[in-house]
């Protein structure tokens, strides 16, 4: 199983990763900014499969080294979302062998994985709601700090 | 492949007729083509023959227990009687015995052939045909055969032909053919043809919709590439109509490169903000203290612990623990059990690994992130208002220029246009090329048309099979019905010359061959009649085969007048590779003078009686004595004994 991107996304996505010669160029560029709207907005969805395009399983090109920082934010979020403190280390165990595979190339497990796309789906609503259809990655880069900023995440 | 049965010889112990063992090979182990048995009626000619039917066709495994049991002999103490038969079938060695046990009323086969005794009747399998209750009988001729030719329900003389031409071959390829079309269709529905013609539909509407399609991109394309040709060269009528102007000329050029530079600025700065956007640190300080939180308090709790789950698993395996003490089997299950309450050693170092991510990503300072990437995100601001003024300037120097120019704001009234229609071509294309548009898009069309094809391959394959099926199956019919109605043929119009060779005077000829012969005009004849159309008959049909079965008759001319008989000795050794005759001394008159010369004298003579019913030199070695049988092997006592009856 690999990340899921939501096809309404794509489109959405469509002009700035037309845009020539620019470096919003792979599909998990989509895939992480709804991720992490998904992630501060503490919001996950459910999308039939049809809805959605599985892609690659792996953090690619500028996302290698940066896997861990997300894997750690959502980490805490599930925690969060979970009611488990940090001094239940019994329940901190489970959490973290529930949703982590060392072994995996993404380092999710399957369960991890599959929450990990539920708020990628949730952070598209986040974003297309709150956000105009970006025209170029200028205008996208801006109005997404923006956001960020507005809602205090 | 033909086949070729030769008798070697058999032996008789317990049965009615008397003990003995017949040998059918000469003493340099070649066989006789002619052997004669003489016995006078009642010794148990007809017991022998029957035993010989049974012993090559398993008929006996059908006989009832008063039947097995008419071959007893009387006064046979241990009630039991044993019969072996040996063949060769194609030169290689076949051996059938029967064990009769008259007090159980049973008889059990043993079968011989290459290695190791079987149980039970089993000839090999491209022998079954003749080794069968049907076949035997037209080879292993009992008195009873001639008439029973004639009498449908008794014979099947049209599978005896089948059986000896190979027309029965063309029901095997009938079969073969029947079980490639069950292989090849074993998935197939009954509803083939009709599944054919809608797939074919299916498959002819979405080639004429990709043509469709394909048909609409090429206009598009067509269109976009027209415009685009337009438009180019309109930009450069508008830039040369510019230069002309040196008012604007200088200042649009300025603008033109300051706009230049600004977006190659702004793109490059947008590299730089996306790359620190891609690590959640810097999207906020707020995310950033939250990751940092996440990573103290896994340090403030000890997580991961220094000791991973495999430590604990490990430790269970040992005897002693690291403290000194026993590790008993309950001990043993308990640090097991509390071993899973530890993360394994991957996790552990995946954990520290995350935790060390973050220690990077924040460093000292949980803004800084935030901090740096306001930086450049004002930068970008800037740089993008920047260039929308410079645009703007821009703009206002073409309409001066335009307003100036009527002929420049034609220009770029046409080039506006221009980009519309182009922008819309594009935006009309996207539906056929990308993939998000599914009802339009020709890629997943291409492979629908391609599996198409493909099943209308398939099932055309299956269709075309099962004409190619049927139309085999009408020329094999046509071929099986003609080669029995014209072997037929030709075999009555050959037993027909033989029967007036036999009986020149006589006007008995064969009309056909329906299961049983059926002769013209009349239902059936003497007993000399219907053993001379047998002969006839069997002759006809066993000369023309390719397959070589021995012949072994009951009184060969018994019933038959004395030129017949010349005739009839004549046939002989052309009816078979080997003949073997019962006879009776009043057979010998005009027949084995004729059999002589018309075998060259290679003949066996052996004449077989109880002990006691006549005169012979037991010294001789051509006598051979059984416990209440005699068995004489020369032709001089054969041509002298008289005894017709005991």
């Known amino acids: ?153 | 492949m033909a086949a070729e049965i030769t008798i070697l010889g058999w032996k008789a112990i317990g049965f009615r007729c008397p003990d003995h063992e017949i040998n059918l090979m000469n003493k340099s182990d070649t066989l006789y083509p002619v052997s004669l048995i003489q016995m006078p009626n009642g010794t148990g000619k007809t017991t022998t023959l029957n035993l010989i039917q049974a012993a090559l066709s398993g008929l006996a495994t059908n006989w009832s227990s008063s039947r097995i049991r008419e071959f007893e002999k009387r006064d046979n103490i241990d009630r039991k009687a044993n019969f072996e038969m040996s063949l060769l079938l194609n030169e290689k060695k076949f051996t059938v015995q029967m064990h009769f046990d008259f007090e159980e009323g049973i008889v059990r086969y043993k079968t011989t052939y290459g290695t190791g005794q079987k149980d039970g009747f089993l000839p090999p399998r491209e022998f079954k045909k003749f080794l069968s209750e049907n076949f035997v009988k037209f080879y292993v001729f009992d008195g009873e055969l001639a008439e029973k030719l004639l009498n449908h329900n008794d014979t099947n003389a049209e599978n005896v032909i089948e059986h000896l031409f190979q027309i029965d071959h063309i029901q095997i390829i009938k079969r073969a053919i029947e079980k490639y079309w069950e292989d090849a269709t074993s998935n197939q529905s009954a509803t083939e043809e009709k599944g054919l013609t809608q797939a074919k539909k299916n498959l002819k509407d979405k080639k004429e919709k990709l043509k469709r399609y394909e048909k609409d991109i090429k206009i598009l394309e067509e269109e976009e590439e027209k415009n685009t040709e337009e438009l180019k060269k309109l930009k450069e009528k508008y830039e040369s109509e510019l230069q002309r102007s040196r008012e604007y000329s200088d200042e649009l050029r300025n603008l033109q490169g300051e706009l230049r530079n600004t977006e190659a600025e702004e793109k490059s700065l947008s590299t730089v903000i996306l790359e620190k956007m891609t690590d959640a640190t810097n999207l906020s300080t707020k995310v950033a203290k939250e990751l940092h939180d996440f990573k103290n308090s896994l340090d403030r709790v000890k997580l991961p612990e220094t000791a991973a789950r495999e430590f604990f698993q490990e430790l269970a395996e040992e005897t002693e623990c690291v403290c000194g003490r026993e590790i008993t089997k309950d001990i043993k299950q308990e640090i097991l059990h509390r071993a899973e309450q530890y993360l394994g050693s991957d996790d552990v170092s995946l954990l520290n690994s995350i935790k060390t991510s973050i220690e990077d990503s924040v460093g000292i300072s949980e803004s800084s992130g935030e901090e740096e990437l306001n930086e450049l995100l004002d930068k970008l601001q800037k740089l993008s208002e920047a260039k929308h003024e410079i645009q703007q300037d821009l703009d206002q120097k073409y309409l001066d220029a335009e307003n100036s120019d009527p002929e420049l704001e034609e220009i770029r009234e046409r080039m506006t246009e221009l980009n519309t229609l182009i922008a819309g071509t594009q935006e009309d294309m996207q539906k056929y090329i990308d993939p998000l548009f599914s009802e339009y898009n020709i890629e997943p069309l291409k492979k629908e048309i391609i599996d198409l094809e493909e099943k209308v391959a398939e099932r055309t394959k299956t269709v075309s099979l099962n004409r190619m099926r049927t139309a085999l199956h009408k020329i094999l019919n046509n071929a099986y019905q003609n080669a029995r109605n014209n072997i037929s043929i030709e075999i009555v119009k050959d037993a027909n010359e033989k029967i007036g060779m036999l009986m020149p005077h006589n006007e008995i000829r064969i009309e056909k061959i329906d299961k049983s012969i059926i002769l013209k005009n009349q239902a059936g004849g003497s007993v000399g009649e219907q053993l001379s159309v047998a002969y006839a008959f069997l002759s006809t049909l066993f000369q023309r085969s390719d397959h070589s079965l021995p012949f072994i008759m009951d009184s060969p001319v018994g019933a038959i007048d004395g030129d017949i008989r010349e005739e009839i000795a004549n046939l002989i050794p052309r009816l078979a590779k080997q003949f073997i005759a019962f006879t009776i001394s009043t057979e010998r008159q005009n027949f084995l003078k004729p059999l002589e010369n018309a075998s060259g004298g290679n003949i066996q003579y052996l004449t077989l009686f109880r002990k006691g019913k006549a005169d012979y030199d037991s010294k001789s070695k051509e006598v051979v004595e059984s416990v209440d049988g005699v068995l004489i092997k020369d032709r001089e006592y054969f041509n002298n004994f008289q005894i017709e009856k005991e």
């Open chain 1, 1 to 153: 199983m690999g990340f899921k991107l939501r096809n309404d996304a794509k489109r959405w996505f469509k002009k700035i990763r037309d845009q020539k010669d620019n470096s919003f160029n792979v599909e998990f560029d989509s895939y992480y900014f709804c991720l992490i709207s998904g992630l501060l907005s503490k919001r996950q969805e459910d999308i039939p499969a049809s809805d959605l395009t599985e892609f690659i399983d792996y953090f690619p090109d500028k996302y290698k080294n940066k896997g861990k920082i997300l894997i750690a934010l959502f980490l805490s979020k599930e925690l969060n979302k979970m009611g488990v403190s940090f001094d239940e280390k019994k329940q901190v165990h489970a959490v973290v062998s529930k949703l982590i595979d060392p072994q995996s190339y993404n380092y999710l497990s399957e369960e991890g994985l599959k929450q990990f796309n539920r708020y990628a789906n949730a952070g598209f609503d986040e974003l297309s709601d709150k956000m105009d259809r970006p025209e170029t990655i200028e205008d996208f880069l801006i109005s997404f700090d923006k956001h960020i900023k507005n809602n205090n995440y």
